[in-house]
């Protein structure tokens, strides 16, 4: 009697597009391991993310708004889950692989640093000071997070598909669509990096009106008139269009008008929500936050777990254990090492 996996992948045969992943063909692991009866390749690799430390971190880093008093602004974790219930959306109309969908959405930002892009800056430029040849790139950490860093170095071993969907994800700035040459090797993994542009451009706009940074009125008219007056609406408009013009295509894409409008939007985020959501001197202390903590970490190795040994490698290996060491901290507890570090604590006299 075939076990509940073979039965599933049977399942996937039978009711997949031939264009989905299968799992019982992936490319497979990094290091060989028996299949779980249970659960398919992809199953397995989505349970591991869920369970790993990086994605519980997730809840305490910042999406857009650095540490908001109030509740209900985005943080790195629910831009994820929400990415996911898109980019499962699409994957289900489209008859895809659902599972490895959600698998390379919840990984897809694992590797993002506290206090979000500011943050992500912050880190590349400091590591490049004790490493003229090194970059960060929160895609390329979210890799090395289930590569090397997840259970004490062990990593999560994850397969060849759901580790390509995570480090193609990001598309920065660019436009949609994205060259040929850096788009993920599967429709799911094209399907998240489609579902990541459309869950931030709007989540990011609904946060902006709600910080007071923007009305509904500040947004292009054009666009609104033709994705729709709502964050619902533009949501549906965007996924609708992705799913009509992808049905039975070797390729994840949008229609031209949606695709230009969804553009427009996320350059009108970048010029008036993202710089004006955390002023110059707010911007001025995450920086120097990251780079004082990193300058302390360098000249203190073993402050850092295994910074000594990296030390006896070069410093080269200090700074790359140093920038895996800040890209993992949360907001506040990079904060809290910050002020354990560099504010004087208070002196108590003896009563």
């Known amino acids: 009697m075939p076990t509940p996996r073979e039965q599933r992948e049977q399942l996937e045969d039978q009711t997949l597009s031939s264009l989905a992943a299968r ?65 499962r959306t699409i994957s289900r109309a489209l008859r895809l692989n659902e599972d490895l969908t959600e698998a390379i959405a919840l990984g897809h930002d694992l590797g993002h640093t506290p206090f979000g892009h500011i943050g992500e800056a912050a880190l590349d430029a400091v590591y490049r000071e004790f490493d003229p040849n090194a970059h960060f790139h929160h895609a390329e950490q979210s890799l090395r997070v289930v590569d090397a860093l997840e259970k004490d170095g062990q990593g999560l071993n994850l397969t060849h598909e759901v580790r390509d969907g995570m480090r193609r994800h990001s598309k920065g700035m660019e436009d949609l669509p994205v060259e040929p ?13 489609y579902a990541d542009r459309v869950g931030y451009v709007n989540h990011d706009i609904d946060d902006a009106i709600r910080a007071g940074l923007i009305g509904e009125r500040d947004l292009p008219p054009d666009c609104i008139a033709l994705l729709g007056d709502t964050h619902a609406k533009r949501i549906t408009t965007m996924v609708s269009d992705i799913v009509a013009c992808s049905a039975d295509s070797p390729t994840i894409e949008m229609g031209g008008k949606v695709e230009t409008a969804t553009n427009r939007l996320k350059d009108f985020l970048y010029t008036r929500v993202y710089s004006a959501a955390h002023d110059a001197a707010q911007a001025d202390r995450v920086r120097h936050l990251v780079t004082e903590l990193f300058r302390f970490y360098m ?11 990296a030390a006896g490698q070069g410093a080269a290996s200090l700074a790359r254990r140093v920038c895996d060491h800040i890209a993992g901290m949360t907001d506040r507890f990079a904060a809290q090492q910050f002020e354990a570090l560099f504010l004087p604590r208070r002196w108590r006299a003896d009563a």
């Open 23 to 87: 799992s019982a063909r992936t490319r497979g692991r990094q290091r060989p391991e028996p299949p779980c009866p249970i659960r398919t390749a992809f199953q397995r690799d989505r349970d591991r993310i869920i369970h790993s430390k990086a994605f519980r971190r997730l809840s305490h880093k910042t999406q857009v708004f650095i540490a908001p008093e109030a509740d209900h602004y985005r943080t790195r974790l629910t831009h994820t889950l929400e990415v996911a219930q898109i980019a």
């Open 181 to 193: 040459e850096d788009r993920p090797q599967t429709l799911e993994g094209m399907v998240v990096s």
């Open 299 to 309: 000249a203190n190795p073993s402050a850092v777990a295994g910074g000594e040994e």
